[in-house]
């Protein structure tokens, strides 16, 4: 299994407290992804990092920020929580951007909030 | 952009039937693509892939082929098992989009013995 630890696994919160999930690899990948589910939408991306420092939006990145300090590290932030952002948060890495590279995935965070 | 479409679950066999999932996308280029696995509690694992026109992907006794004339990459299996119970995702990386995933929005599998 690739080396993805997600934290926290659960979270409770209430509206309009901040919030940050932590993404950590030990595969030296240089390419890592946030990705939110929900039921009847799969996943979708909310914001990538292609390197350190560098990160771009994806397909629902409103209310959300990230920052990339360190290789291993992807951290995303809900600047003030909404209800709307309740959600189940996966992380994911991959070696390259190529499109025939599989990305793999953290077990994700279940975050509700109140 | 590019988008994926599966069928409608949820998806209840016996064990021992046969299962076929239905995948269709839509996408610039010459896309990849793959089928994730979730089980209960866990995040997903690619299942198989296939790169371009005409590749079969396989594992676990699972198949998908990737036919470009009918932009389709169905999941077949000829036999189930109660432990294949799980979410399945087809999803495309590439053309335009590089790397980024694309989902369809999930079929749920129960299988009963």
């Known amino acids: 299994d690739a080396g993805i630890t997600q934290s926290p696994r659960h979270k409770v919160t209430e509206t309009g407290t901040p919030v940050t999930l932590r993404c950590h690899q030990t595969e030296n990948h240089r390419y890592m992804y946030w990705y939110r589910q929900d039921p009847g939408h799969g996943l979708r991306l909310i914001h990538y990092s292609y390197g350190v420092k560098d990160t771009d939006k994806g397909e629902v990145s409103d209310g959300y920020s990230v920052s990339r300090s360190k290789t291993e590290d992807f951290l995303l932030t809900l600047e003030s929580a909404t209800s709307s952002q309740t959600s189940v948060y996966f992380c994911?890495?991959?070696?390259?951007?190529?499109?025939?590279?599989?990305?793999?995935f953290g077990d994700g965070t279940r975050l509700s909030i109140l | 952009g590019n988008s994926v479409t599966q069928m409608e679950g949820p998806v209840t066999l016996s064990e021992e039937a046969f299962l076929t999932i239905n995948c269709t996308y839509t996408a610039t280029g010459y896309p990849s693509l793959f089928w994730y696995v979730q089980y209960p509690g866990e995040g997903l694992q690619l299942l198989l892939k296939a790169t371009k026109a005409d590749d079969k992907g396989s594992n676990k006794g699972f198949e998908a082929t990737y036919r470009k004339e009918t932009t389709s990459f169905h999941l077949e299996k000829g036999s189930v098992q109660v432990s294949d119970s799980a979410v399945y995702f087809c999803?495309?990386?590439?053309?335009?989009?590089?790397?980024?995933?694309?989902f369809g929005q999930g079929t749920i599998l129960t299988v009963h013995p």
């Open positions: 999803a495309l990386a590439g053309g335009t989009s590089y790397g980024k995933l694309t």
């Open positions: 994911a890495i991959s070696e390259s951007d190529r499109g025939n590279q599989p990305q793999h």
